[in-house]
């Protein structure tokens, strides 16, 4: 998101953490402005009884955890890293600062927090009152929307991720698939999705 020499003339560090490595937990005060060089978080929740819900995928060249560097509130989700990564880690006020200098990279942020606010609506919609067919069907149409794929795309997604991320269990994804090839809404090719 942001050029990695404005990242280091404004003096970020990159730290490097490792597979299942937490980069910061829920209810913490959010100190940094954090852009992967390299590898892949998830950010996440869990409720009482440990089961996960992921917020979202983030890999290289993606940043993550904005929305509390400007609305002051504590991080509602924790962020973990899912294989090996090289974080950009810049101070909550010099990321500030860059905004005010860099408007262009403001403007890009506000459009990139919109579609994130976006998706969360039309998923949280999806998960109270559709079928798991149909989730699974927003979900992957979506990041075929992102993707401005018009041709089929294939989707980078684990029958595991896409349960994480609609809050479905494994089993129920796996048999939602095969009724949406069954009925022709997507493609299976050698176990891979497309739409």
């Known amino acids: 998101m942001i050029p990695i020499d404005i990242l280091e003339n404004y003096s970020a560090s990159l730290k490097v953490y490792s597979k299942n490595e937490l980069v910061f937990n829920e209810l913490e005060t959010a100190k940094y402005y954090f852009q992967i060089k390299s590898g892949q978080v998830k950010m996440f929740n869990l409720n009482e009884e440990g089961k996960e819900f992921v917020q979202g995928f983030f890999k290289t060249g993606k940043s993550f955890g904005e929305p509390p560097l400007f609305g002051d509130f504590k991080y509602p989700a924790s962020a973990m890293c899912i294989e090996a990564s090289e974080i950009y880690m810049l101070p909550k006020k010099a990321f500030l600062n860059l905004l005010q200098i860099h408007t262009n990279i403001h403007f890009k942020f506000t459009k990139t927090l919109c579609n ?80």
């Open 116 to 195: 994130r606010m976006f998706y969360k609506s039309k998923i949280m919609k999806e998960m109270s009152i559709h079928t798991p067919e149909h989730r699974i069907l927003t979900l992957l149409n979506h990041f075929k929307n992102l993707s401005g794929s018009t041709n089929l795309f294939e989707v980078n997604l684990t029958r595991q991720q896409i349960s994480d991320l609609t809050g479905l269990r494994v089993e129920t994804v796996i048999r939602a698939i095969k009724q949406l090839e069954k009925t022709k809404k997507l493609k299976l090719i050698q176990r891979k999705v497309y739409l």
